[in-house]
């Protein structure tokens, strides 16, 4: 097991370790999916199709949205995804 689904509802996964491109990675539900680039531990791969604007889901919760269509498998992070957090000194 490589990728952790950290909620059924999430469209990204979590590398538990070093991911090369092209490696068969098992996600911890079962599934299997090809990495599409290199990811590093810690890092989010995309485990279904996600739209440009569409909310990135993990933890079951929004952390950003697409900046441009993401296919399964690819690395996500501040290269297709923006954060949705606004920081706001009153909060």
């Known amino acids: 097991m490589q990728l952790i689904c950290l909620n059924p509802n999430?469209?990204?996964?979590?590398?538990?370790?070093?991911?090369?491109?092209?490696?068969?990675?098992t996600l911890t539900d079962g599934r299997k999916l090809t990495v599409l680039e290199d990811t590093g531990f810690g890092h989010k791969v995309a485990v279904s199709a996600i739209a440009q604007g569409e909310?990135?889901?993990k933890y079951g919760?929004?952390?950003?949205s697409?900046?441009?269509?993401?296919?399964?498998?690819?690395?996500v992070h501040v290269q297709n995804m923006k954060s949705d957090?606004?920081?706001?000194p009153d909060r």
């Open 61 to 64: 919760l929004p952390i950003g």
């Open 10 to 25: 999430d469209n990204v996964a979590v590398a538990l370790c070093d991911l090369k491109a092209g490696q068969k990675a």
């Open 55 to 57: 909310k990135v889901l």
């Open 66 to 75: 697409a900046t441009r269509n993401i296919v399964a498998g690819e690395h």
């Open 85 to 88: 957090y606004i920081w706001r």
